[in-house]
């Protein structure tokens, strides 16, 4: 099968080449857009990561030039129209689970590093300045965390948590998991969790119920000093509203490895380029913000999985058998 991979980096390309047994693909670097749909003219099937467009115009555009298959090297699908997908009649294939391990086990380096000042007291040193002052931290141990999503990777957190590091831990999820809650694992309504907890971590996903799930209102219910971790989807969090709560102290600290607009931004080196995003620019200047560029999937341990499970999609339908149920993204999620 000819596969037009977009959004490629050279990472992409060793971890496809690795397991790609015969299939004919073509790496792109350009990211898919309706300008660059065009490049996948006569590919059978598009292979597609996280900021990709994958819009009806684009769909479209794709559809009209052979492709039958969009193959997402990701979990998440909130960039993807799928009723037009469906209706132009494009498969659609995803990698629900390819390491809920690497984005848990990354999630809690977050926290703690931001909890402790570990991203300062590493600049710090290597200037000479040993002094502690102004990195004062906390214990996680008896403190309230919320998990907002408790799937395969806010399972994993909640358990960190909950039985690691000995936090009261809330949550709340449209399919409360039945084994957190013999954990301890208290499930109650988001308010009660904006309210009660000393840290909040995200990890649902994006749709239009959990747009802004964390915004204005959310935040005026926190407890001063709230720390917010979010590894899931940048469009969970009003960045503007995070930036008021960061300048009146409601919010003491925030890690992102998602934003709302890292599109334009992320996975790229940017360092010679003046920034014009106003709002990532405002929340760098914060000393309690840490901010990745959505890295937390990037361990070789998923990398192997998701190359291996995007192109066994492609193998599967190109032979006309069935996908695995979580490997096709239903509208409103597993
Ligand atoms: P999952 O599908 O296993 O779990 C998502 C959970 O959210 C499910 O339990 C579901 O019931 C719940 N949920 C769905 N709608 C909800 C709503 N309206 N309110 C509350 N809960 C809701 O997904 P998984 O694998 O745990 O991934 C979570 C998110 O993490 C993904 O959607 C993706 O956006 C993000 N992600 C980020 C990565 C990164 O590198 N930063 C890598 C992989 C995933």
Redesign the pocket.
């Known amino acids: 099968m000819r596969i037009a991979m977009f959004s490629t980096k050279p990472y992409d390309r060793r971890s496809f080449e690795a397991v790609n047994a015969g299939h004919d693909i073509l790496y792109l670097e350009p990211r898919l857009a309706p300008e660059t749909a065009p490049l996948a003219a006569g590919a059978e099937a598009v292979c597609v990561f996280v900021n990709d467009d994958v819009s009806a115009r684009v769909l479209q555009v794709l559809h009209a030039g052979g492709t039958r298959l969009v193959l997402l090297r990701?979990?998440?699908f909130n960039n993807v129209d799928l009723k037009e997908a469906e209706r132009l009649g494009l498969r659609v294939a995803r990698v629900?689970?390819y390491s809920?391990h690497a984005?848990a086990e990354f999630t809690i380096g977050l926290l703690l590093s931001l909890v402790r000042g570990i991203h300062r007291a590493y600049q710090r040193t290597r200037d000479g300045n040993f002094a502690l002052e102004g990195l004062l931290g906390f214990d996680l141990h008896g403190r309230t965390a919320g998990v907002?999503?408790?799937?395969?990777?806010?399972v994993l957190v909640a358990r960190a948590l909950a039985a690691g590091f000995g936090c009261r831990v809330l949550a709340?999820?449209?399919?409360p998991d039945p084994e957190l809650q013999a954990l301890g694992v208290i499930y109650t309504d988001p308010r009660s969790i904006a309210a009660e907890s000393d840290i909040i971590t995200l990890?649902?996903?994006?749709?239009p119920?959990?747009h802004h799930i964390i915004r204005a209102e959310t935040l005026a219910l926190a407890k001063p000093g709230l720390v917010l971790v979010n590894?899931?989807?940048g469009g969970l969090i009003d960045a503007e509203a995070a930036i008021e709560a960061l300048k009146t102290g409601r919010l003491g600290g925030l890690a992102i490895?998602?934003y709302e607009q890292e599109a334009d931004v992320f996975f790229e080196d940017l360092s010679n380029e003046i920034l014009t995003d106003d709002l990532l620019a405002r929340l760098l200047t914060f000393p309690n913000v840490l901010v990745t560029g959505?890295?937390?999937?990037f361990t070789r341990d998923a990398l192997g999985a998701i190359a291996t499970t995007t192109l066994n999609n492609a193998i599967l339908i190109e032979s006309g058998r069935p996908l695995g149920a979580s490997d096709v993204p239903a509208p409103r999620?597993?």
Not at 148 to 154: E, H, N
Not at 203 to 207: G, R, Y
Not at 294 to 297: C, L, P
């Open positions: 990701c979990a998440g629900p689970a809920p984005v907002i999503g408790t799937g395969r990777i806010g709340y999820d449209i399919h990890h649902c996903p994006l749709t119920e959990t590894t899931s989807r490895d998602v959505h890295q937390a999937f999620g597993p």
